[in-house]
């Protein structure tokens, strides 16, 4: 009995803190020296369309945290497309890049035709036509802003990407709880499931066509795994103790998860086509949160068999368990970075809770964020941004940083409290 309460007390330490969140608009918190200074004109024909495809491209390259871009008030002129640039105002203006272009309504929904202009270069670096069916503005917004974010600085645009989290409303037994799946700005989000039980720990599948996730719906944790369009699930496990923290592999194939079954929470991985499982640390110790490596071949995990919360990695050839983390008292919910190189996890240092890097190979790890109460954090694909949840005095937040700590953001969110967020992978490959 005190075992179970002991491994309890963690996993919700871990996993389920709770945070609110208001319906707030995108605050930049923190900007870059260092971003590229870059104007997005207004597109030319765009007046009274739903949505301003231009100020969408703009807000996503300034979250990006690598780009600055020009007030519209400070624009002298306004091109609507190459031939109209004079690449002499807009260096007066200490503009490097320019994003000049034109929207129509077509009968099945919308033409954009837009170029990105290397103003130091006097030239046009890249020229092309969308089309967007009509409720899909957004979309071909958050499209243009990935182009235009490649072709400068060579790293993938993960601006089309999706975000889920989970809220709570309420006090008590009269507690709401929902999942909800959003564009990677947060806007645009979705309800997809709603119960009066908690839910926690929402993971992407590779292919972004489902969440798996820890459901309390039956009075006890359960591990789901849902298709986010058509809603349809399934429940994976229902195993006495603690069903918990569910991740997929980099194949699909597999789901790595914390289960309680024989006694301490221990790492398992599950066969999705068969659902036989593997137990992977065999240890008197909580072992949770795992998360896989790009190359599928090692685990991290959050263990206290040191004596408090710290990284471990998991080598599945091998089975070779070793300490990530050495610095402070307190290192959790630890996340590969897309190029394996580094992970991302919750630090406590002196300050309080906060989102840190850590490089693998040398081991030196840095905070990345300013807020002191973080929790879950989750790497956007590409590797430039972190999502994760705070508190900003009473009130929760959505929060993001940039890779790097130079820039970081607070995204709106459904109301109530919000957890877990994770983010999607590309959902183009």
Same mark, same amino acid.
């Given at each position: 009995?005190?075992?179970i309460?002991?491994?309890?007390? !963690?996993?919700?330490?871990?996993?389920?803190?709770?945070?609110?969140s208001?319906?707030?608009?995108?605050?930049?918190?923190?900007?870059?020296?260092?971003?590229?200074?870059?104007?997005?004109?207004?597109?030319?024909?765009?007046?009274?369309?739903?949505?301003?495809?231009?100020?969408?491209?703009?807000?996503?390259?300034?979250?990006?945290?690598?780009?600055?871009?020009?007030?519209?008030?400070?624009?002298?002129?306004?091109?609507?497309?190459?031939?109209?640039?004079? !690449?002499?105002? =807009?260096?007066?203006?200490?503009?490097?890049?320019?994003?000049?272009?034109?929207?129509?309504?077509?009968?099945?929904? &919308?033409?954009i035709?837009?170029?990105?202009? +290397?103003?130091?270069?006097?030239?046009?670096?890249?020229?092309?036509?969308?089309?967007? $069916?009509? *409720?899909?503005?957004?979309?071909?917004?958050?499209?243009?802003?990935?182009?235009? !974010?490649?072709?400068?600085?060579?790293?993938?645009?993960?601006?089309?990407?999706?975000i889920?989290?989970?809220?709570?409303?309420?006090?008590?037994? /009269?507690?709401? &709880? *929902?999942?909800?799946?959003?564009?990677?700005?947060?806007?645009?989000?979705?309800?997809?499931?709603?119960? +009066?039980?908690?839910?926690?720990?929402?993971?992407?599948?590779?292919?972004?066509?489902?969440?798996?996730?820890?459901?309390?719906?039956?009075?006890?944790?359960?591990?789901?795994?849902?298709?986010?369009?058509?809603?349809?699930?399934?429940?994976?496990?229902? !195993?006495?103790?603690?069903?918990?923290?569910?991740? =997929?592999?980099?194949? *699909? $194939?597999?789901?790595a998860?914390?289960?309680?079954?024989?006694?301490?929470?221990?790492?398992?991985?599950m066969?999705?086509?068969?659902?036989?499982l593997? $137990?992977?640390?065999?240890? /008197?110790?909580?072992?949770?949160?795992?998360? =896989?490596?790009?190359?599928?071949?090692?685990?991290?995990?959050?263990? +206290?068999?040191?004596?408090?919360?710290?990284? &471990?990695?998991?080598?599945?050839?091998?089975?070779?368990?070793?300490?990530?983390?050495?610095?402070?008292? &307190? /290192?959790?919910?630890?996340?590969?970075?897309?190029?394996?190189?580094?992970?991302?996890?919750?630090?406590?240092?002196d300050?309080?809770?906060?989102?840190?890097?850590? /490089?693998?190979?040398?081991?030196?790890?840095?905070?990345?964020?300013?807020?002191?109460?973080?929790?879950?954090?989750?790497?956007?694909?590409? *590797?430039?941004?972190?999502?994760?949840?705070?508190?900003?005095?009473?009130?929760?937040?959505?929060?993001?940083?940039?890779?790097?700590? $130079?820039?970081?953001?607070?995204?709106?969110?459904a109301?109530?409290?919000?957890?877990?967020?994770? =983010?999607?992978?590309?959902?183009?490959?």
């Amino acid at each position: 009995m005190h075992t179970i309460s002991k491994a309890w007390l !963690f996993c919700l330490l871990l996993a389920m803190s709770s945070v609110a969140s208001a319906n707030l608009t995108i605050e930049i918190t923190r900007g870059s020296d260092e971003a590229l200074p870059i104007g997005v004109v207004p597109f030319e024909g765009s007046q009274g369309m739903p949505e301003d495809v231009a100020q969408i491209i703009h807000n996503n390259l300034e979250r990006s945290g690598s780009f600055d871009p020009l007030e519209r008030s400070s624009m002298f002129e306004q091109p609507s497309q190459a031939s109209d640039v004079r !690449f002499s105002t =807009w260096r007066s203006l200490d503009v490097r890049y320019l994003v000049v272009g034109q929207a129509e309504r077509t009968s099945e929904g &919308y033409r954009i035709q837009y170029d990105l202009m +290397d103003i130091s270069g006097q030239q046009r670096m890249m020229s092309e036509t969308v089309t967007a $069916r009509e *409720g899909d503005l957004r979309g071909a917004a958050h499209y243009i802003s990935d182009q235009i !974010f490649e072709a400068i600085t060579d790293i993938r645009g993960a601006f089309s990407t999706r975000i889920a989290y989970v809220t709570a409303q309420g006090v008590g037994d /009269n507690t709401a &709880y *929902g999942l909800y799946v959003a564009d990677a700005d947060g806007r645009n989000s979705q309800q997809i499931l709603t119960s +009066d039980q908690p839910i926690l720990s929402p993971a992407w599948s590779p292919d972004g066509g489902k969440l798996a996730y820890v459901s309390f719906e039956s009075g006890r944790p359960e591990i789901f795994v849902q298709e986010v369009n058509s809603g349809n699930r399934a429940r994976i496990t229902s !195993f006495e103790g603690i069903n918990g923290a569910p991740v =997929w592999s980099p194949n *699909g $194939r597999r789901l790595a998860m914390s289960l309680s079954k024989d006694g301490q929470p221990e790492i398992y991985i599950m066969e999705i086509a068969d659902r036989s499982l593997t $137990r992977i640390t065999q240890n /008197n110790s909580i072992d949770t949160e795992p998360a =896989w490596s790009p190359d599928g071949n090692r685990l991290l995990f959050t263990s +206290d068999r040191s004596g408090g919360p710290q990284i &471990y990695q998991h080598t599945l050839g091998s089975g070779e368990t070793e300490r990530m983390t050495f610095t402070g008292n &307190y /290192n959790a919910r630890a996340r590969f970075s897309p190029d394996g190189d580094d992970i991302f996890l919750i630090h406590r240092s002196d300050r309080g809770f906060q989102v840190a890097r850590q /490089n693998i190979e040398s081991g030196r790890l840095i905070t990345l964020s300013d807020s002191t109460r973080d929790e879950s954090p989750s790497v956007a694909p590409n *590797g430039t941004m972190v999502i994760f949840a705070t508190q900003q005095g009473n009130t929760g937040v959505l929060s993001a940083v940039s890779a790097d700590g $130079r820039s970081s953001f607070r995204l709106p969110a459904a109301q109530g409290d919000v957890r877990d967020p994770a =983010w999607s992978p590309f959902l183009n490959e």
